[in-house]
């Protein structure tokens, strides 16, 4: 079976002072190829650690990452993906086109078909030749969410990370963000996102984790997990409620 992203034993520890905080615990798991992935879990349980292990931020302290079956600390796995972090920041003087085709000069994208790539994009995010055309700026946090999701996904990334993709976005906004995320799975992309947005996760998900204390507790199937007669926050809180 071909996974798109796997970590086998991974640890990450820091040291506080004299003390040493285990944020993430022997992790093993394994998302395959084409799947919506929800990464999920309390504050403090150590999800932000692992995105940051996969995107090469930290180093792991043992243990292994993997993207499409390559080290993560390896610059060919990091070619492969495309990140949204949940606070989005750019570059606010350039215009949302200007960013894009900066964004596309730096990926060496041949210069005749940048137009089209960024015509493309924008379309899929929602956003028109207008909005394109504003200072980035003038933007509010919905459009600033769709410009640098564009931009993550300029260089045709087969997985594509979110965190926190929907936060603080009103509801068209979110289900502007749930479309994209079926259209990307629709095109065979890897989905991975964190989310504390619950109905969200249970509408475009394939797959949920659910991880506290550095350790995955649940995982699987949403359907097989979370059956029609019951739902994901009632579950989710059956699962943190154990530790």
Known sequence: MSYAIETQNLTMEFKLGKNVVKAVDNLSFAVEEGRVFGFLGPNGAGKSTVMHILLGFLKPTSGVALINGSNVLQNIARQHIGYLPEHPETYKFLTGRELLINTANLFNIKKSHIASKISDLLKLVN???????????TYSRGMMQRICLAQALINEPSIVILDEPTNGLDPLGRETIRQIIADLKAEGKTVFFSSHELSEVSTVC?????????????EGDLK?????NKDLQSFFMEVISDE
């Open 224 to 228: 097989e997990l979370v059956p029609d």
């Open 127 to 137: 956003l028109d030749d207008s909005c394109a055309n504003r200072k980035i700026v």
């Open 206 to 218: 394939d797959e949920i984790s659910i991880m506290v204390k550095g350790k995955i507790k649940v």
